[in-house]
């Protein structure tokens, strides 16, 4: 995003912009430098250059379960996070400002949090013998616990709960800059409410909608914590395949060819999302 | 100032600063050991690294909290920065191979030391000091009649409830292979994928972690009626009283070992302190608060009668179970990534 930004300046004013040296010399160093060693391990085994890492990939078609789970769980996610957030938004830049302040900092205060702790508040809540459970069981709605942790159910609502503030955040931003006056105009001319929303707000929205879509996608597919926490063998993800080969396989050829697997996918829907999104309006709301 | 001179004054103060540095080492030896951390290291410490401080003066260092690829890095990367790092078996073998160990210098270590250590434990790279082992857990409300073998426990119809182990990082195929074929002795090798058939069998019976306290836990809240678990784990629950018990039978070992990475910066204070650690007396120390057995069997004189069977590797219980192949294990890493992708996938 920040590279964006800048090359759309720097196509406005023409001159590079000096000041960004020191960041630039920082990402090359700890970020550019560590990607190439990482395409580099990829391709080199003990005897050299090799593509055994993305063979053993192809061959295995448990392998590719896991990365077509990886995409499954990022797009219910992101399902989830759309109409939730979507609804949500809509909802804050209705209210009063004042309001929407303070319910936007209840939409931000998850944030205060690390990831692990909010995941295992899950673990608590989803338990057998936890909060949701003992809460239906007392009740009588069921006799026996119901196996949440280790299904796709936890492991979903946990993603959709971590990465609902992006969601709204994206909206909302969007949402706040689209004239009310508008809406009004459309009603004047005839337009039911229904329709108003339908024909004139929600296509005003369509940048948020892609960006937060994008944004929550590509971080619920990279998410490692939440499945390895809440999951059980099925839902096993790329990101915590990658890990397995790291630390147990110790296959670090294959680690990195997973890596860049993951990486030329996440590559290929960035580039797809240039085509459909206009950052520059996205980030200074829409006009 | 001119880029040559800049050059020399530089290389002054770092020649000087070298200086000052090896006298400030000459003064005090300086020690760092690297270790699994958790109460497991409170009372190494405890019991090994400060009285060690303590009796030489020597500068002991601890460090936490390394997995085996922080490790191999950094070894790999020559900055080395631990001179003895407690280390599995099975890490032993993988870092060996690739020539990232000092070898231990057997010939100088006691002779008291040594007459107690079975010789398929004299690593070159390592010194053994304790082993560990994977047993079965359970609630002994649930099963007043506990479950007495792996078949137990993958029968849920006569032990019904949820199983626990961890999954992903080392799903419990040993015991799904003892399930299938009892006898312990002739364990390895096994098939792996009939072993991953076994435990697609548990199906939702079984309930994986990410972390052994993760999986003690789940027992201990009764989200669970029966673990696979290393029994040291086990230790603080049965202090609490909960209503908990370990069943020994097909039990499997696993050593532990001390090694000097290759370039450790006082591999010879680590020497000098594996010479002193290595006495019976001193290993039996761990024994009472962590329940891992020594792997030196002289260790055993020292340790008091109600704990000893509560160790790995004692001679009551020793025949119920045996060493694991952490060889066998380690070249089939791989398999069993591949196995438990599979697992997922079905």
Known sequence: MAATSSRSRAGTGGRFPVFLTPVLIFYAVFFGYPLLRIFWQSVSGDDGFTLVGFRMFLEEPAYWMVLLYSGFLGLLTLAITLVCGYAVAYWLVTLEKNWAVVLMAFVLIPFWSSGLVRTYAWLVILGRQGILNSTLMHFGWIDTPMPFIGTNTAVVFALAYYLLPYMILSLYSVMNGIDKNLLLAARSLGASPMSAFRHVFVPLTRPGVLAGSYMVFMLGIGMYITPAMLGGPNQTTLPLMIAIQINEAMDWTFAAALSVILLVITGAMQLMANRFLDFDRLWGGAK | ?346
Not at chain 2, 46 to 58: E, I, N
Not at chain 2, 333 to 343: E, K, P, S, T, V
């Open chain 2, 1 to 346: 100032m001119s880029c040559k001179r800049l050059r020399e004054n530089v290389l002054a103060a770092g020649a000087a600063l070298t200086l000052a540095f090896s006298a400030a080492q000459a003064a005090a030896e300086d020690l760092t050991i690297l270790s699994l951390g958790g109460s497991y290291q409170e009372n190494q410490s405890q019991y090994w690294f400060k009285p060690y401080a303590q009796a030489t003066g020597v500068n002991v260092k601890e460090a936490a909290g390394y997995n085996f690829a922080k490790l191999r890095v950094m070894i790999q990367s020559g900055n080395v920065e631990a001179d003895l790092v407690d280390l599995s078996a099975d890490s032993v073998n993988a870092l060996a191979k690739d020539g990232l160990l000092e070898p231990i210098d057997w010939a100088s270590i006691p002779e008291s030391c040594k007459a107690g250590v079975p010789a398929e434990m004299r690593n070159p790279y390592a010194f053994p000091t304790i082993q560990w082992a994977m047993v079965m857990a359970y609630n002994t409300k649930t099963y007043p009649k506990g479950p007495k073998s792996w078949a137990d426990f993958w029968d849920v119809k006569a032990f019904p409830g949820k199983r626990g182990s961890i999954g992903a990082t080392r799903p419990p195929i040993e015991q799904a292979a003892m399930a299938v074929n009892p006898g312990s002795a002739t364990l390895y090798p096994f098939d792996l994928g009939k072993a991953f058939d076994k435990l697609s069998e548990l199906g939702s019976n079984i309930v994986y972690s990410d972390g052994y306290a993760q999986v003690v836990q789940f027992l201990a809240d009764g989200e669970v009626d029966m673990i696979v678990i290393p029994n040291g784990r086990m230790v603080p629950l049965i202090a609490e009283g909960k209503p908990v018990a370990i069943n020994w039978n097909q039990h499997l070992r696993f050593p532990n070992f001390f090694v000097i990475p290759k370039g450790a910066p006082h591999a010879k204070a680590a020497h000098k302190f594996l010479n002193w650690v290595c006495e019976p007396k001193t290993l039996a120390l761990l024994a009472r608060p962590t329940n891992y057995g020594p792997i030196n069997t002289d260790a055993y004189q020292f340790i008091d009668k109600d704990v000893a069977p509560l160790l790995p590797g004692n001679p009551a219980t020793a025949q119920l179970g045996r060493v694991a192949d952490t060889g066998w294990l380690g070249e089939h890493r791989q398999d069993i990534a591949r196995g438990w992708a599979r697992l997922g996938a079905r």
